[in-house]
Every structure is written in C-alpha cells, then in structure tokens.
C-alpha cells in the first residue's frame, strides 16, 4: 500500500515562499504522473501541478508562473516550490498520483494571511 506523507505548510503573508515536500513508502519511477493538488475550506480538490516521470511539468493558470513542481525520483520524494503567495493560495495541500490511484494523506496546510 502507497503511503504518502506531505509536509512543508505553514503560515505566511502574502508574497512570501513556501517549499512542500510529499515522501512516497515506494520508489515514484513507478508512478507515471504525479501531482499536487489543494483544497480550500468550502472547496473541492483541485489539481494545481503535475509532473511526468520524465520530468515534464504541467499548472494549472491560478498558480503558473508562481509554482514549481519537481521530483527525486532517487529520494521518493515530489516537490512543489510556491513563490508570490496570495490568500486564495490558503488550502491544504496533497500529493498524489494522476490520476488520484492512492490514498489520500493528511496533507499539510497552507496559510497565506496578513
């Protein structure tokens, strides 16, 4: 069974960065497509990056230009850099496969206030 375990959120104000990190129980070179995504309170989940096995990177309009999505095949691990955040970048955030063939982890929560 994949477990995977998001970490990196925290409070911030608005324009300042944020690195999350989501470690995967097995090897990611077997998992094709892998992706962030959030949900905000009241919101569905959305999907806001995703990233090929060979490192292709895909965004969704809110965040491009601002995030970054990237991964260590060799540390199991898949990355998402967010610079410029805004308050409606608040939501908790998880990584998963695309599409979404895992359990879902906890997540680890993004505050973006003033």
């Known amino acids: 069974q994949v477990q995977l375990v998001e970490s990196g959120g925290g409070l911030v104000q608005p324009g300042e960065s944020l690195r999350l990190s989501c470690v995967s129980s097995v090897s990611i070179f077997s998992i094709v497509v892998l992706g962030w995504y959030r949900q905000a309170p009241g919101k569905q989940r959305e999907l806001v990056a995703h990233?090929?096995?060979?490192?292709?990177?895909n965004y969704a309009d809110s965040v491009k230009d601002r995030f970054t999505i990237s991964r260590d095949n060799a540390k199991n691990t898949v990355y998402l850099q967010m610079n410029s955040l805004k308050p409606e970048d608040t939501a908790v955030y998880y990584c998963n496969a695309l599409p979404a063939l895992y359990t879902w982890g906890q997540g680890t929560q993004v505050t973006v206030s003033s």
């Open positions: 990233i090929t096995r060979g490192g292709s990177a």
